[in-house]
């Protein structure tokens, strides 16, 4: 179970890990793409707060062909499921 702090996460952890296994990438081949190392994957799959790095998260979500928004609205963090 994720801790409080960091349960907000999840949705975004979720979406990054199915995008990665959908496009059939190992979490090493991920970080090569993006710069990064497999740690920093590994910890925004399992959706660790204190890791995260804004400007890394964005090179692996570009790697992933995810992109993030920002909008006006009530929830912390939403994550948008893919048009069919």
């Not at 890990?17 to 190992?26: P, S, V």
């Not at 090493?28 to 190392?37: F, I, N, R, T």
């Not at 590994?42 to 959706?47: A, N």
């Amino acid at each position: 179970m994720a801790r409080p702090e960091t349960s907000w996460l999840r949705p975004l952890a979720e979406a990054v890990r199915a995008q990665r296994t959908k496009l059939g990438l190992t979490q090493q081949e991920v970080s090569v793409l993006a710069g990064c190392g497999p740690v920093f994957i590994y910890d925004v799959e399992s959706g660790k707060k204190a890791t995260l790095r804004l400007d890394k998260l964005l090179d692996v979500l570009h790697v992933l062909g995810l992109q993030l928004t920002l909008e006006p609205g009530q929830h912390r963090l939403r994550v948008s499921e893919p048009a069919s």
